[in-house]
């Protein structure tokens, strides 16, 4: 991970429709854009297939402009669209529009044919997509496309909304105006929610900017509250679970939620831009708290690939084009989707999408906007308890590959006490992420952030010890010292959780379920490997009713979570019948035992994947006390 310190930028890009008398980066390109025309001298190009004038982009950052056409190099190293001053001569003439008209109408006629001709097969034609007024006769039809988007920015009740880049080929298309709230929500309620909790993890938006338009947005004449643009409805349905959580919220709203992931998804995988990188972090997230909707492993896996593609695990400079604050608002993106990609990886016992050992983008840092700002003693703080969280998931992904994923060859040619060597060196550096997280804590009680409370420290931090400690191939032939740290973090781990269920700051999603799945395989593995020295059955029967009550808690609509309560109070009934103190168990607990770890482990197949490292248990029948710690 980067050390490097902290930028000089500042500010962030947006989620932004604007009228057409603005000029934008991102702006849809107008029919009336100069384009080189080599039929006359009229052009407001000349010979040389140059622009007489610089682009809008380069004017507006005051910048040089080789004035190329049809994109400059500025505009074309970015990957954005680029556009120059209208002239008084279009460059495209009534005629040429005919033509055009004309050549799509017979190219309709040859698809008709087509269709007609394989009732199997649908070929959708050019002028299903490109309907015969797109074209339009100049300013008539580019005053209609600026009328709907404007009428879908109104609509959406704020300025955030959603630009298709047009540079794929494709004709782009905003997203149907149809995401809507449940009845009588107050959005900026919601999305207050998100920043005072979300946001601190993954500070990838300019909160004052989005909280402004909002307000703008609600006083503004007209205003529809039914269509939001993407951004603000996925800002607050977060913020409706973050407010579940806090008891503000009923489950009957929070189940009336249906996140269109098709249409999102889709949408940002045609649009390879920021924006669409920082919906994909935002459906992640959500993600994380659907029990019906898509796997957060595949979202955050989309959002990671993405992110590489666009080089945001590579450092940017001005060179490229890009200003300071733009700089800066790909590397906070970029972190953001790191740390969500491991830890959900971590959760779920599979490979990171991002999976580089060179990045070297500079962690988030405060810029000198915000350093000049009223809410400067804020934003640091919100940028420590981010960069904290990045350090835990860094070290999660790498006791992830180290003892989890590595090449089952490597891991045998390494000897006991390079094993333990390098156990050690994680526990030290997972102390030290303790200990600047505790400097970092506040002790007033928030109901709704808790990113930097003692209790989410500690279960974090027991969390990431049972994943080290886990009876993987690297821990192989477990000692009794090895078998006892992971029972007492299995204990830790769970009296943690508990204090954050009480406190109504434990998040009920797939990554706490996981982990009580694991922690249900791992208490029977316990039992089953430990005699009475190492494992007491006293407390594994506090352990089981913790996790138990965890359980209950989740709605109806996690039905893993159901069936998982079903195989804890098998094993709360079966734990009786082992005596305190006894040697040896009998062959009928001993039968019961695997019976309930077979459920277990069919429960992770079914959760976490069929690949899941947590499937992989490691050894199921060897005698922990025969075995020395240098085994």
Same mark, same amino acid.
């Given at each position: 991970m980067?050390?490097s ?11 932004r429709v604007?009228?057409?008398?603005s ?7 107008s ?5 080189l ?5 009229d052009?407001?190009?000349n010979a ?6 610089a682009? %809008?982009?380069?004017r507006k950052?005051?910048?040089?402009c ?7 190099? =500025?505009? @074309? ?6 556009s120059?001053?209208?002239?008084d $001569?279009l460059?495209i003439? +009534?005629? !040429? /529009?005919n033509?055009l ?9 040859q698809n008709? +044919? ?16 490109f309907k015969s007024?797109?074209? #339009?006769?100049?300013?008539d039809?580019?005053?209609? @496309?600026t %009328? ?5 920015t109104? =609509? ?5 909304s ?14 149907s105006?149809n995401?809507?709230?449940p009845a #009588?929500l107050?959005v900026?309620?919601? /999305?207050?929610?998100? &920043?005072?909790h979300v946001?601190? =993890?993954y500070?990838f938006l300019d909160?004052g900017?989005v ?6 947005a609600?006083?503004r004449p007209g205003?529809?509250?039914e269509g939001?643009s993407?951004?603000?409805?996925m800002?607050? +349905?977060?913020?409706?679970i973050? %407010?579940h959580?806090a008891?503000?919220?009923s489950d @009957? ?5 249906k ?5 999102l998804?889709g949408q ?8 669409a990188?920082?919906m994909?972090?935002?459906?992640a ?13 595949i979202?955050?896996g989309?959002?990671g ?11 940017s400079?001005r060179?490229?084009?890009?200003t ?5 608002q790909?590397n906070r993106l970029f972190?953001?989707?790191y740390?969500?990609d491991r830890e959900?990886a ?8 991002i999976n580089d ?8 840092s ?5 350093y ?6 804020q934003?640091?703080?919100v ?12 070290? !999660? ?6 003892v989890?994923?590595?090449n089952p060859?490597?891991? %045998?040619?390494?000897g006991m006490?390079?094993?333990?060597a390098?156990?050690s ?5 997972l102390?030290?992420?303790y200990? $600047? ?10 109901e709704?952030?808790f990113?930097?409370n003692?209790?989410?420290l500690n279960a974090?931090?027991?969390g990431v010890?049972?994943?080290l400690?886990?009876?993987s191939r &690297?821990?192989a032939y477990?000692?009794?010292e090895?078998?006892s740290?992971l029972?007492?973090s299995?204990?830790?781990c ?19 379920l996981?982990?009580?799945l694991?922690?249900c395989l791992?208490?029977?593995f316990?039992?089953?490997q ?6 007491q059955?006293?407390?594994v029967?506090? @352990?089981v ?10 709605t *109806?609509r996690?039905?893993? =979570?159901k069936?998982s309560?079903i195989v &804890?109070?098998d ?5 009786p ?5 006894a *040697?040896?168990k ?6 019961s035992?695997?019976?309930v ?6 429960l992770?197949?079914d ?10 248990l490691?050894?199921?029948s ?9 085994h």
């Open positions: 980067s050390n310190g902290p930028s000089t930028g500042g500010g962030y890009s947006r989620f604007r009228s057409s008398t000029h934008d980066d991102w702006q849809l390109p029919p009336k854009r100069p384009r025309n080599t039929d006359g001298p052009s407001s190009s040389s297939g140059h622009a007489e004038s682009c %809008l982009r380069c950052r005051k910048k040089r080789c004035r190329t056409l049809p994109q400059c190099t =500025a505009c @074309d190293t970015t990957g954005v669209q680029c120059y001053p209208s002239s $001569n460059s003439t +009534v005629a !040429e /529009v033509e008209r004309a050549q799509i109408e017979r190219l309709s006629q008709v +044919v087509k269709n007609n001709s394989n009732s199997n097969s649908y070929v959708l034609s050019p002028a299903d997509t007024g797109s074209l #339009g006769n100049g300013p039809n580019d005053q209609e @496309d %009328l709907f988007l404007a009428r879908t109104e =609509a959406n009740g704020s300025n955030h959603w630009n298709w880049s047009p540079d794929l080929g494709h004709t782009p298309r905003p997203p105006n995401l809507r709230l #009588g107050a900026r309620e919601l /999305v207050d929610g998100y &920043f005072r946001h601190k =993890a500070p909160q900017q909280l402004k338009d909002i307000d703008d609600t006083t205003n529809n509250s939001l993407p951004l603000i409805y800002l607050s +349905v977060i913020g409706c973050t %407010l959580r008891g503000k919220l @009957d709203i929070l189940a009336s939620i996140v269109p992931y098709e249409e998804i940002c995988m045609l649009d390879p831009s920021i924006h990188v920082g994909l972090l935002l459906l997230c959500y993600s994380t708290f659907d029990p019906t909707g898509i796997c957060p492993w979202v955050i989309l959002a690939r993405q992110a590489i593609v666009l080089g945001l695990n590579r450092k400079t060179e490229s084009g890009l300071l604050q733009e700089v800066e790909r972190w953001s989707i740390a969500l959900v971590a959760s779920f016992g599979l490979p990171p999408s050992e060179n990045i070297n983008v500079p962690l988030p405060v810029t000198i906007d915000e000049a700002s009223a809410t400067r003693v934003l640091s703080k940028l420590q308890v981010c960069r904290n969280s990045i350090a835990l998931r860094d070290l !999660e992904g790498k006791i992830l590959q180290k989890h994923l590595a060859i490597s891991t %045998l040619n390494i006490a390079d094993r333990q390098i156990v060196q994680f526990v030290s550096q102390d030290d992420w200990a $600047n997280g505790c400097l970092l804590s506040q002790s007033e009680n928030d709704i952030s990113h930097d003692i209790p989410w974090r931090y027991h010890l049972i994943l400690h886990y009876p &690297f821990n477990y000692c009794r090895q078998l740290s029972r007492e299995i204990r830790r769970v009296q943690c959780s508990a204090v954050l269920l009480q406190q109504q700051h434990l998040m009920l999603h797939h990554n706490t996981n982990k009580v694991v922690i791992l208490l029977v316990c039992l089953m430990g005699n009475s020295e190492v494992v059955v006293g407390e029967r506090q @352990d009713s913790s996790c138990i009550d965890i359980l209950e808690d989740f *109806g996690w039905t893993l =979570a069936r309560l &804890f109070r094993l709360e009934r079966l734990l019948t082992i005596r305190p103190g *040697g040896h009998s062959p009928t607990t001993i039968e035992l695997r019976r770890q077979s459920d277990a482990q069919s992770i197949r959760g976490l994947g069929p690949s899941s490292v947590y499937n992989n490691y050894p199921l060897v005698d922990p006390s025969s075995h020395s710690s240098g």
